[in-house]
């Protein structure tokens, strides 16, 4: 009877929430808003260009949004939530020399635009303003990159290992190119965020080691594979890739119980290192940013070296070697994986207009098994994938699984 006698008392009080709640407005939990995006003219451009551009805004879902003949593109109802903003388009010679009054000697551009991680919301209501770069198409591109490493079972216990380790450069025009004094450069990793030298230094960026690949002929469509040992990690592991077609192998001086040097592979050509370390030096939980520079220069004498050593301007410690930002072809930031707050945006080692975004894995000390790959843009009708290229890794770059170097899906 006291059972029923409370549930008698608690049956109304039930119904009053129930009809409380009913009576509720949740609108503003899901209110949307109206974002503006005002696209800028790249410097030097004297025309307006920006009309009829589509911007990107990526977060939980992906929106579109074409650009006024002021370049302003208006998002409406969206949810607020934190997206990043991009934009790309070409810019053909013609277009190019009308723009900018200058010649271009046929080459093509890119433009490109990006605000990472933005925050919008109901207090968003001034245009965002997405400034823009330009930077000249290249022929040879930064391809894949397998630089987490993986695992393999031994003794019933997963064992890391890094020396399949690669990354793959892609000629993505139709003609055969002959590649003279190319260099490959490992950005600097070690310092914390806030001491990174962008911030100090202009039109330069810093390298840990600098690679030469020797004169090769690189046919359409075609790859350079560069590795650190140049042999058949699968026997081995069963899950890593076969390297026994590498082009060029980072010969490493030290004896190591697995990692193993094939003598019968190019040596890839050390110019410096900030360590006695002589293979390419992937940081396997990231940042991993790398570039592809060309240059008649000596390298080796002519180049500064500075220290940084936790603080910008240091006298002591290791050195990296300053590399020219007008020398540099192509430019991919890999950062670090922080679990729930993604990248770490703030690791970025290049300027925007060398590389508009960034790309990464989801593993925060690596050995996930998975590389970054450059998206293939189309197919032509002869089979050669084209790959996309819009000077934004954060929209040219994805993850993949499929660690054969040579191949793109």
Same mark, same amino acid.
């Given at each position: 009877?006291?059972?029923?006698?409370?549930?008698?008392?608690?049956?109304?009080?039930?119904?009053?929430?129930?009809?409380? *709640?009913?009576?509720?407005?949740?609108?503003?939990?899901?209110?949307?808003?109206?974002?503006?995006? +005002?696209?800028?003219?790249?410097?030097?451009?004297? !025309? =307006?260009?920006?009309?009829?551009?589509?911007?990107?805004?990526?977060?939980?879902?992906?929106?579109?949004?074409? =650009?006024?003949?002021?370049?302003?593109?208006?998002?409406?109802?969206?949810?607020?939530?934190?997206?990043?903003?991009?934009?790309?388009?070409?810019?053909?010679?013609?277009?190019?020399? !009308?723009?900018?009054?200058?010649?271009?000697?046929?080459?093509?551009?890119?433009?490109?635009?990006?605000?990472?991680?933005?925050?919008?919301?109901?207090?968003?209501?001034? *245009?965002?303003?997405?400034?823009?770069?330009?930077?000249?198409?290249?022929?040879?591109?930064?391809?894949?990159?397998?630089?987490?490493?993986?695992?393999?079972?031994?003794?019933?216990?997963?064992?890391?290992?890094?020396?399949?380790?690669?990354? =793959?450069?892609? &000629?993505?025009?139709?003609?055969?190119? &002959?590649?003279?004094?190319?260099?490959?450069?490992?950005?600097?990793?070690?310092?914390?965020?806030?001491?990174?030298?962008? !911030?100090?230094?202009?039109?330069?960026?810093?390298?840990?080691?600098?690679?030469?690949?020797?004169?090769?002929?690189?046919?359409?469509?075609?790859?350079?594979?560069?590795?650190?040992?140049?042999?058949?990690?699968?026997?081995?592991?069963?899950? !890593?890739?076969?390297?026994?077609?590498?082009?060029?192998?980072?010969?490493?001086?030290?004896?190591?119980?697995?990692?193993?040097?094939?003598?019968?592979?190019?040596?890839?050509?050390?110019?410096?290192?900030?360590?006695?370390?002589?293979?390419?030096?992937?940081?396997?939980?990231?940042?991993?940013?790398? *570039?592809?520079?060309?240059?008649?220069?000596?390298?080796?004498?002519?180049?500064?070296?500075?220290?940084?050593?936790?603080?910008?301007?240091?006298?002591?410690?290791?050195?990296?070697?300053?590399?020219?930002?007008?020398?540099?072809?192509?430019?991919?930031?890999?950062?670090?994986?922080?679990?729930?707050?993604?990248?770490?945006?703030?690791?970025?080692?290049?300027?925007?207009?060398?590389?508009?975004?960034?790309?990464?894995?989801?593993?925060?000390?690596?050995?996930?098994?998975?590389?970054?790959?450059?998206?293939?843009?189309?197919?032509?009708?002869?089979?050669?994938?084209?790959? +996309?290229? =819009?000077?934004?890794?954060? &929209?040219?770059?994805?993850?993949?699984?499929?660690?054969?170097?040579?191949?793109?899906?």
């Amino acid at each position: 009877m006291r059972v029923i006698e409370n549930m008698r008392k608690i049956f109304p009080l039930l119904c009053g929430i129930a009809l409380l *709640a009913g009576c509720m407005d949740f609108d503003d939990a899901t209110e949307t808003i109206d974002v503006t995006v +005002q696209v800028g003219k790249p410097e030097g451009f004297l !025309q =307006t260009v920006v009309s009829g551009r589509t911007v990107t805004l990526k977060g939980g879902v992906t929106l579109t949004a074409i =650009t006024d003949a002021e370049g302003r593109a208006v998002f409406k109802g969206i949810v607020p939530d934190v997206y990043n903003i991009s934009t790309s388009w070409k810019v053909n010679a013609e277009e190019y020399a !009308q723009a900018t009054g200058n010649a271009t000697g046929g080459n093509a551009y890119t433009v490109t635009g990006t605000l990472p991680e933005q925050l919008l919301s109901a207090t968003t209501t001034e *245009a965002l303003t997405l400034a823009t770069t330009i930077s000249q198409d290249q022929s040879i591109l930064i391809g894949k990159v397998y630089y987490q490493g993986g695992k393999y079972k031994k003794d019933e216990k997963d064992v890391n290992y890094i020396y399949s380790r690669y990354m =793959t450069l892609y &000629n993505n025009t139709a003609e055969t190119i &002959n590649v003279t004094n190319l260099y490959l450069a490992l950005m600097e990793s070690k310092s914390p965020t806030s001491d990174y030298p962008l !911030q100090y230094l202009t039109d330069t960026v810093v390298a840990k080691q600098v690679f030469r690949i020797p004169d090769h002929s690189l046919l359409p469509g075609g790859t350079i594979l560069l590795t650190n040992s140049a042999i058949d990690h699968s026997i081995e592991t069963l899950t !890593q890739p076969d390297l026994l077609d590498a082009d060029y192998e980072a010969k490493d001086q030290v004896t190591r119980p697995i990692h193993v040097n094939n003598p019968a592979v190019k040596a890839l050509e050390l110019v410096y290192s900030y360590t006695t370390i002589s293979m390419m030096n992937f940081t396997q939980g990231g940042p991993c940013s790398l *570039a592809i520079f060309q240059t008649d220069e000596d390298v080796a004498t002519t180049w500064p070296n500075i220290y940084l050593t936790y603080a910008y301007g240091r006298n002591s410690g290791s050195q990296f070697m300053k590399i020219p930002a007008r020398c540099i072809i192509d430019a991919v930031d890999i950062l670090k994986y922080n679990g729930e707050t993604g990248a770490d945006a703030s690791n970025k080692r290049f300027f925007d207009y060398l590389d508009a975004g960034y790309t990464y894995t989801t593993a925060k000390t690596g050995y996930d098994s998975k590389a970054v790959v450059r998206k293939v843009l189309y197919t032509t009708d002869d089979g050669r994938a084209v790959l +996309q290229d =819009t000077n934004n890794s954060s &929209n040219d770059f994805e993850t993949t699984e499929n660690l054969t170097p040579r191949s793109y899906q």
